[in-house]
């Protein structure tokens, strides 16, 4: 009977290393996750992905998750987390699975690329534990967002509510470095420079230049991740959990 119970335990971990890999995990994660022996990770790696595992250290700073973009991504993950917790009691590396599963489902219905890895969410969980970080809930939209500790509840304000001044900037950066007959640096006249109306203006009528335009467009972008489980939606609120 123990004998049947290794091979299933066995059977368990497997499975659970084939799922982080295939959602591209590293190596290091899965050492830690699962009981494996590292020579069989690396073939079952090998196997599973099709090549060697990527090498280097795994993230270790929080400075990351503060940034604005990956701030709101690294939030609708751990808010997904935080409720799969409350709702149900699986291993701690199954909700992590399950929730960056959903993660990338919502990103994906949304059209957005999914900024926060595996290997990224399964860290920010252990900053959590480790109290490196912690949520804070928006004193705006009362959503609930990954800060540092020391975070004034009373006077944070999210992202979304508030996006930082140059947080479209990058865009505008790149259209600069295309050549000068790009098609995305021609107006709609043709002509070399000319401003096309989105970028002379928002959908709001109050953002000029590309950059504006880009703040804009990007913050109501991310404000359409999971619409339905922001505090203002009628159904259960994710975000306010």
């Known amino acids: 009977m123990p004998r049947v119970k290794s091979i299933l335990t066995e059977a368990r971990q497997i499975e659970r290393a084939v799922t982080l890999i ?3 995990a590293r190596l290091q994660v899965l050492e830690s996750e ?3 022996s590292y020579e069989r990770l690396l073939r079952l790696y090998k196997e599973v992905a099709g090549k060697s595992p990527s090498k280097g250290q795994l993230p270790f700073s929080t ?27 699986p291993d701690e590396i199954d909700t992590v699975i399950k929730a960056y599963q ?3 489902e919502q990103t994906t219905a949304q059209g957005l690329e999914a900024l926060l890895s595996v290997t990224r969410a ?14 804070t809930k928006c004193s705006c939209c009362g959503g609930h967002f990954v800060t540092e500790p020391y975070e004034n509840a009373k006077s944070f ?4 509510c508030e996006p930082p001044a140059r947080a479209g900037a990058v865009r505008g950066r790149r259209l600069r470095r295309l050549p000068a007959r790009h098609p995305l640096r ?15 203006r928002d959908d709001a009528g109050g953002a000029h230049g590309l950059e504006d335009a880009g703040v804009a467009r990007a913050a109501r972008r991310h404000g359409r991740v999971l619409p339905r489980f922001l505090p203002r939606a009628h159904a259960l609120s994710v975000f306010a959990v």
Not at 63 to 89: C, E, G, R, V
Not at 186 to 200: H, K, L, M, Q
Request: charged content about 15%; hydrophobic content about 45%; glycine content about 8%.
């Open 22 to 24: 295939q959602l591209g």
């Open 34 to 36: 699962t009981a494996l």
């Open 63 to 89: 400075d990351w998750f503060m940034t604005w973009q990956p701030n709101i991504h690294a939030s609708l993950f751990l808010n997904i987390h935080d409720y799969l917790n409350k709702a149900a009691a």
């Open 102 to 104: 959903l993660y990338q």
């Open 122 to 135: 399964w860290r920010l969980v252990k900053f959590v534990d480790n109290g490196m970080l912690t949520m």
């Open 157 to 160: 304000v999210c992202g979304l």
């Open 186 to 200: 021609n107006g709609p006249s043709g002509i070399v420079g000319a401003e096309s109306p989105r970028a002379r």
